[in-house]
């Protein structure tokens, strides 16, 4: 069973930085592609960035391109997720999550993942 646990949420105001880190229990994290998707109340979980297996290809969702960047150090089993100028818009709980098969470019849609974790909160105040 893998098990991804986030961290680095928290309260901040707009224009500040958060780093989300999410680390994988699993010693083949190396393989698969990883996604940061987010949820705020009473909407759809959507597509944050996504890192491919090996991290050189990335995506992103246009409302945080050029401001979120995604990054994998699979020494440490761990995928983080910069988030800079942040918005009140970008309040939300943040989600990692694993891609269902191994050797895997970017995904954005929930349905290619898998496993997922308990997510972080956070919040930007304006």
């Known amino acids: 069973q893998v098990q991804l646990v986030e961290s680095g949420g928290g309260l901040v105001q707009a224009g500040d930085s958060l780093r989300l880190s999410c680390a994988a229990s699993e010693l083949t994290f190396c393989m698969y592609a990883m996604g940061w998707f987010r949820q705020a109340p009473g909407t759809e979980r959507e597509f944050v960035a996504a890192?491919?297996?090996?991290?050189?290809?990335?995506d992103y969702a246009d409302s945080v391109n050029s401001r979120f960047n995604i990054s994998r150090d699979n020494a440490k089993n761990t995928v983080y997720l910069q988030m800079n100028r942040l918005k009140p818009e970008d309040t939300a709980v943040y989600y990692c999550?694993?891609?269902?098969?191994?050797?895997?470019?970017?995904?954005?849609?929930?349905?290619?993942?898998?496993?997922w974790g308990q997510g972080t909160q956070v919040t930007v105040s304006s």
């Open positions: 890192i491919s297996w090996s991290g050189v290809r990335t």
């Open positions: 999550a694993r891609t269902r098969g191994p050797f895997s470019g970017t995904i954005a849609t929930v349905t290619g993942y898998d496993y």
